[in-house]
């Protein structure tokens, strides 16, 4: 979801908002003042209620980021970055820097944001005790059972199991530490998300034709979202056995060139330092081939102080021991060969030479992906 305005940072988070929570605020306020804080509580001046209806739709903007804030949090805490966090029509949105590692940390993220509206709820209602306790404005108590109430909307509601509300995340967490596949953990939780969508759209539409047309106008308008979005993550998590067909050269890493046979470990260190992802330097020897490597196990064999003085070859390693991989060679003919679920490196060259690398992890992505593990 886009940010059209950004409001600010909370603990190092950008905070921004979408054009469609002006549509939000409107309705809420209306609702609030017009409706909902009257019936809470009778009697009181027309302007009282919309001084109070517009504290609220703030108060409940601030419900949502701190909903946000409770993912973002354990978020990090859990080594995600979180690139930020947008308000639009349907709530709030918390944008992780790609996902959990592992089925307990995509778990906790996951709670962490109906934890926070729950614990918002009680606060909230804390706060209508303590007004009505001290015998405060009638409206203020309003007001305050109306957040309340909405954060425990927020709470209950996300933790409905469809993905990608918060409760079909859990859900995936569950089917992944259980199955311990996480792709098809998605492709399930998000073929319920699908399920779960259209029953609750026959309900919204059950709503408009009985009770209550604008919120479930509302409901089916979600239904919709929720379908469309559910439907986005099952189509990317089943299983695409084309992807094997891939030419490994597309995952090739490029290393550095490669340093002559009076090179120092403080060059190759410096190498590694320009090439992060090469799991090697090469290094040429008397007759000007390339023939041995330095890994990165090597450079740390030998103490910081002493790099510059002891010499790359005394802990390079045999090139030719590496298996070589053409960069037109298929994913699915190179882990035929080279083996899967073994840990491999293999040596890539281009056709003018340039020498590259292509590790088992690189290929392990485009492996689950093929089989929708
Ligand atoms: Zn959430």
């Not at 517009?54 to 080594?79: D, I, K, M, P, Y």
């Not at 306790?133 to 469809?162: D, H, K, M, Q, Y």
């Not at 998300?193 to 059950?206: E, H, M, N, P, Y």
């Not at 260190?269 to 390339?290: E, I, K, M, Y």
Request: charged share 15%.
């Amino acid at each position: 979801m886009r940010s059209h305005l950004t409001l600010g940072r909370m603990f190092g988070v950008p905070i921004g908002v979408n054009l469609w929570v002006g549509l939000v605020v409107i309705v809420l306020a209306v609702s609030l003042a017009e409706l909902s804080l009257p019936a809470i509580a009778p009697g009181h001046p027309t302007s009282a209620y919309w001084f109070a209806g517009v504290v609220g739709v703030v108060a409940f903007l601030a419900s949502l980021v701190a909903h946000e804030l409770g993912h973002s949090w354990v978020a990090q805490r859990n080594e995600v970055r979180v690139l930020g966090i947008t308000l639009w029509l349907f709530g709030g949105v918390a944008k992780l820097d790609g996902e959990a590692t592992d089925p307990g940390s995509e778990f906790r993220i996951a709670l962490a944001g109906p934890a926070m509206s729950a614990l918002t709820a009680l606060l909230c209602a804390a706060g209508a005790w303590g007004t009505w306790r001290v015998g405060g404005s009638e409206v203020l108590f309003g007001l305050f059972v109306w957040l309340a109430g909405i954060n425990t909307i927020l709470a209950v509601t996300n933790l409905i199991p469809a993905f990608p509300l918060d409760g079909g995340r859990i859900l995936r967490a569950v089917l992944w530490r259980h199955t311990g596949r996480r792709i098809r953990a998605t492709h399930l939780a998000a073929l319920w998300g699908q399920i779960l969508a259209v029953v609750i759209a026959l309900v919204s539409v059950w709503l408009i034709f009985s009770v209550a047309v604008w919120s479930g106008m509302w409901i089916l308008a979600l239904s919709l979202f929720l379908f469309a979005a559910a439907r986005a993550e099952w189509s990317a998590s089943r299983p695409a056995p084309e992807l094997l067909e891939m030419p490994v050269g597309e995952m090739r890493r490029h290393l550095p060139t490669a340093l002559g046979p009076t090179a120092t470990v403080a060059d190759v260190q410096a190498a590694f330092d320009n090439h992060p992802t090469a799991p090697f330097v090469p290094l040429t020897g008397v007759r000007s081939t390339t023939d041995s490597m330095v890994t990165r196990d090597g450079v740390a064999r030998i103490p910081p102080a002493q790099h510059p003085v002891v010499p790359a070859t005394s802990v390079a390693e045999p090139l030719l021991a590496l298996p070589r991989v053409d960069p037109t060679e298929s994913v699915g003919s190179v882990v035929a060969r080279l083996g899967q679920g073994r840990n491999w490196w293999a040596l890539m060259a281009d056709r003018d030479g340039r020498l590259g690398a292509l590790m088992s992890s690189d290929v392990a992505g485009v492996l689950e992906m093929a089989a929708g593990d």
